[in-house]
């Protein structure tokens, strides 16, 4: 059992930035991150495979977002710039122990996070 701890979460002013970290309790193949924001579904953000050789972004974090990952720590991380209000949500870390592709389908992920709330202010 995979146990996710996601960190990094809090209050910023548009414009700002935060960087979220996602440790793993062993080691995963892609991992990914997903975010919910209040009454929306959840939609996929970025994802990662394990060697870094492949990453996905959503088009609405596109040259804003970038994911990485410390495989000697078991630990993936998003860098989040240019923060804008819309970016609002708790962000869920998630990982695949089956998958390694950087999938943008929540089903390809088999281990959740507890999410990190993040909020963008004006």
């Known amino acids: 059992q995979v146990q996710l701890v996601e960190s990094g979460g809090g209050l910023v002013q548009a414009g700002g930035s935060l960087r979220l970290s996602c440790a793993a309790s062993?080691?995963?193949?892609?991992v990914a991150w997903f975010r919910q924001a209040p009454g929306k579904e959840r939609e996929f953000v970025a994802a990662i495979t394990r060697a870094a050789t492949n990453t996905n972004y959503a088009d609405s974090v596109k040259g804003r977002f970038t994911i990485s990952r410390d495989n000697a720590k078991n630990t993936v991380y998003l860098q989040m710039d240019n923060l804008k209000p819309e970016d609002t949500a708790v962000y869920y870390c998630?990982?695949?122990?089956?998958?390694?592709?950087?999938?943008?389908?929540?089903?390809?992920?088999?281990?959740w996070g507890q999410g990190t709330q993040v909020t963008v202010s004006t």
């Open positions: 062993e080691r995963t193949f892609t």
């Open positions: 998630a990982a695949s122990t089956g998958y390694s592709s950087a999938s943008v389908y929540s089903w390809a992920y088999n281990y």
